[in-house]
């Protein structure tokens, strides 16, 4: 089982972003802090999970379950709805890669219970702007 946790910021004036991504699995922590190309908040949110199912895809097998945890509200509500009026192909891309695991679980979690995935998204926006 892997636990995955993502986040993103944006800087208000600017639009620039960045992506925290939490990757949990047999007691050991993968911590990715990236550079996301999204101009604005939600738009980060999909870029952020999108690459963390990538990662996810990278290093687990196809039948592993994957437990997905964000705090964006319009990334869980669009996964588990399957559409995003404004989002779709992100979404699309997501799903496609969620689809390829025997199990995912979305999760729709508190800011302060995405905490590491939250400060992992602030120190790339700091350290990269």
């Not at 939490?22 to 922590?29: E, F, M, R």
């Not at 990334?75 to 979404?91: D, F, G, I, N, T």
């Not at 699309?92 to 979305?106: A, G, P, R």
């Not at 302060?112 to 926006?125: D, T």
């Amino acid at each position: 089982m892997f636990k995955l946790y993502t986040d993103a910021a944006t800087m208000n004036k600017s639009g620039d972003s960045s992506g925290g991504i939490l990757i949990i699995h047999d007691k050991n922590q993968r911590q990715i802090k990236t550079k996301l190309n999204a101009k604005n908040n939600h738009s980060a949110e999909f870029e952020a999970c999108l690459i963390g199912f990538k990662k996810i895809k990278e290093i687990a097998k196809q039948n592993e379950t994957i437990i997905y945890y964000t705090d964006s509200k319009i990334v869980y509500e669009s996964l588990e709805k399957r559409y995003a009026k404004h989002y779709q192909p992100q979404l699309d891309k997501i799903l496609l890669l969620q689809d390829s695991f025997s199990l995912v679980i979305n999760n729709w979690i508190s800011d302060k219970k995405n905490e590491g995935a939250h400060n992992l998204a602030q120190q790339a926006l700091h350290s990269f702007y």
